[in-house]
Antibody, heavy 118, light 107 residues
């Protein structure tokens, strides 16, 4: 059974940093691209970042480029998102998601809440 | 960037009704479109990929169609369990984007 479990939730002050983790199991983690998608309270879904499965290529939404860094450790079956220079508008539930062969998200974690507030 | 626009934003329907949600892309995305269902407090769940491919385990009352810039998600006979918000997502490039969502309410 595919499972994705996020951790790292927290309350952070504006300008602060946090590292989110996503542990995968039940599949060959290294074979898949992995993404982060976020959802502000009461709002819709926003794609944040993707780490490709084979080419070690990363992609970012314009809203987070230069502030967020996606990485992965295939030996630990874990995806990370380092979030820095946080703003109030970064407050959201952050989901990690497995990227199926062609680019849709076939499995999602339960999400982790990041709150940016002074 | 490709923009995805869903309509309506909110939809109220009765059990047994046929329901249709529309998703439009700002440029052609072929058939590279997915639909998700998100119930309150839960993570999204994949319903349909490649515009019309129903995921395993998804009830057959759900169907998707379309290509290019216009797509539809149809529920043939609405059930109480279908109370949720529905999102479309393109994946023609790595710079994915979602529609703003359609909240489905049961009358």
């Amino acid at each position: 059974e595919v499972q994705l479990v996020e951790s790292g939730r927290g309350l952070v002050r504006p300008g602060g940093s946090l590292r989110l983790s996503c542990a995968g199991s039940g599949f060959t983690f290294s074979s898949y691209a992995m993404s982060w998608v976020r959802q502000p309270p009461g709002e819709g879904l926003e794609w944040v970042s993707t780490f490709s499965g084979s080419a070690d290529t990363t992609y970012y939404a314009d809203s987070v480029k230069g502030r967020f860094t996606i990485s992965r450790d295939n030996s630990k079956n874990t995806l990370y998102l380092q979030v820095s220079s946080l703003r109030a508008e970064d407050t959201a539930v952050y989901y990690c998601a497995r990227v199926a062969a062609h680019g849709y998200f076939d499995f999602w974690g339960q999400g982790v809440l990041v709150t940016v507030s002074s | 960037d490709i923009q995805m626009t869903q309509s309506p934003s909110t939809l109220s329907a009765s059990v047994g009704d046929r329901v249709t949600i529309t998703c439009r892309a700002s440029e052609s995305i072929g058939v590279w479109l997915a639909w998700y269902q998100q119930k309150p407090g839960k993570a999204p769940k994949l319903l349909i990929s490649k515009a019309s491919n129903l995921e395993t385990g998804v009830p057959s009352r759900f169907s998707g169609s379309g290509s290019g810039t216009e797509f539809t998600l149809t529920i043939s006979s609405l059930q109480p369990d279908d109370l949720a918000t529905y999102y479309c997502q393109h994946y023609v490039t790595y710079f994915y984007s979602f529609g703003q969502g359609t909240k489905l309410e049961i009358k």
